[in-house]
């Protein structure tokens, strides 16, 4: 069990509603300006905790965390998520539950250091709102590990008032995004400075990058005139 565990699901958790919030503005933007794109969501989330119900019961956690118990409670307190209650302290574990999302096929759209230019509509759209990402952060974030699966889930305990609960879209889901920061801090895979730049230095516009008139981030190139179909293969 990692010591900071809790520290690092909250970071997972500020990085998707990150995400969400550059989404809703990115998708904005597209339809102030016209542009056609796929529709694209960020997972609902929320963080929880797995504890006991007494503040007198020893806390062990279930077999479905994958924390051995034995080593559980060899942890210092500062090694464990606590939960006050008055005077007292109970040790417990941190979640990240997000909803399923089914046996559908995942697709990836970048790596951690590995940013592909996409020819069809939703790998295009993913290009253009990464570029839209850094440039609406004040060039400071960069994200990253992009992956994402067709909106097929069971709804077990989110809001249903969701607008991304609606069996109807056909929006693709994104989930465990990473981002590179300026400052580094940002999680597991955050590489700083030294991840932005090489996202600066793999992105390559496609058109949509240009309808929405952002600013090129290297010399810009000529593009495929056949680009952004609505076919799923890369170039």
Known sequence: MPKNRKSQLVKEAITLGRAKF???????????????????????????REGTACVNDRFEPSPASGVDSSHYLTLSDAE????????????????LLERERGDVELRKYSRTLDHP?????QGATINAFQHFTYLYS???LVLADIQGKSNIF???????????????SQAAILFDLMSHTATGGSGAGDHGEKGIQTFLD????????????LKPLREPEALDANEEDNGSNSE
């Open 22 to 48: 550059f989404l809703d503005n990115f998708n904005k933007e597209c339809e102030n300006d016209g542009v056609e794109i796929s529709e694209f969501r960020v997972t609902d989330f929320i963080l929880a």
């Open 80 to 95: 464990k998520d606590e939960i006050t209650s008055g005077t007292a302290v109970i040790s417990s574990i941190t979640w």
């Open 117 to 121: 230019r996409y020819s069809d509509k």
């Open 138 to 140: 004040n060039e400071t």
């Open 154 to 168: 069971t709804p077990l305990y989110l809001h249903r008032s969701s607008e991304s609960h609606d069996p109807k």
């Open 202 to 213: 793999q992105h390559e516009c496609v058109q949509k990058c240009a309808l929405l008139s």
